[in-house]
Structures are given as structure tokens and as C-alpha cells.
């Protein structure tokens, strides 16, 4: 049902965390080997374009996903040694933020902003 976030439903805010936790994934992956990510400029754009993408898939597949891209987060994450996530000035184009601050953004930073209108959206 639409509304939970603008048009968007429950089901298209789980499409939308699973998409930015993959993007996530391969920015690490990226900066891990020692790349540096290319981050998007047009985020809205981005964002429609995966609320297109998702939106006709069923519930069903869009919680398997959203369920095996939060797993696959966790591993890639729990892989990375604390130190790599910790440093700041380990990745120069971090500007002094460090790794795991790009990882809450795309993971529980990400899930405590949309749950926050999802709960609003039911009224808790």
C-alpha cells in the first residue's frame, strides 16, 4: 500500500534499503582493494530509478532480498579488520570520516530513518 514514504510502500522502502546496502557492499569491496568508489551525484534519480526497478517485484522476493542482502552485509562487514573501519584518515577521499561511517549510512543509520516513517505511517 503506498503512503508509508511519499508513494512509496513498505515493500518499496525494504527494495530501497536493499538496494543502497548492495551499493554499499561494492563500495567497500572497491575501497578495500584500493579503489577509489564512485559515489553517485544524482540520488533522487537514483532513487526513482530503483523504486522503478523493484516496484513490480512480489513482497515474497523483495523480503528474500532484503533478507539475503542484509546477511551479505553483515559477513562483508564482519570481514573487514576494526582498524580498516575505525581509522579516518585510512581512505583519503573519506575526508577524515571513517569507513564505518559509510557503512551505518547505507545499513542502521539507513534502517533507523525509514523505520522511524514506517512506524509514523502506522501511527506508533
Known amino acids: 500500500q503506498p503512503g508509508a514514504e511519499g508513494e512509496w510502500s513498505v515493500k518499496d522502502i525494504l527494495a530501497h534499503i536493499t538496494f543502497w546496502e548492495e551499493e554499499m557492499m561494492r563500495w567497500l569491496e572497491e575501497s578495500l582493494r584500493g579503489e577509489v568508489p564512485q559515489f553517485p551525484e544524482d540520488l533522487d534519480g537514483l532513487n526513482h530509478q530503483a523504486y522503478v526497478d523493484n516496484r513490480d ?6 523480503l528474500a532480498d532484503f533478507e539475503g542482502s542484509y546477511q551479505q552485509a553483515l559477513e562483508a562487514v564482519e570481514a573487514v579488520p576494526e582498524e580498516v573501519l575505525v581509522d579516518p584518515r585510512r581512505f583519503a577521499w573519506r575526508e577524515g570520516s ?3 561511517e559509510m557503512v551505518a549510512e547505507n545499513t542502521f543509520w539507513h ?4 523505520g522511524q516513517s514506517i512506524a509514523a505511517w502506522l501511527g506508533k
Open 111 to 114: 534502517y533507523e530513518e525509514h
Open 57 to 62: 517485484k512480489s513482497l515474497p522476493q523483495v
Open 98 to 100: 571513517p569507513l564505518w
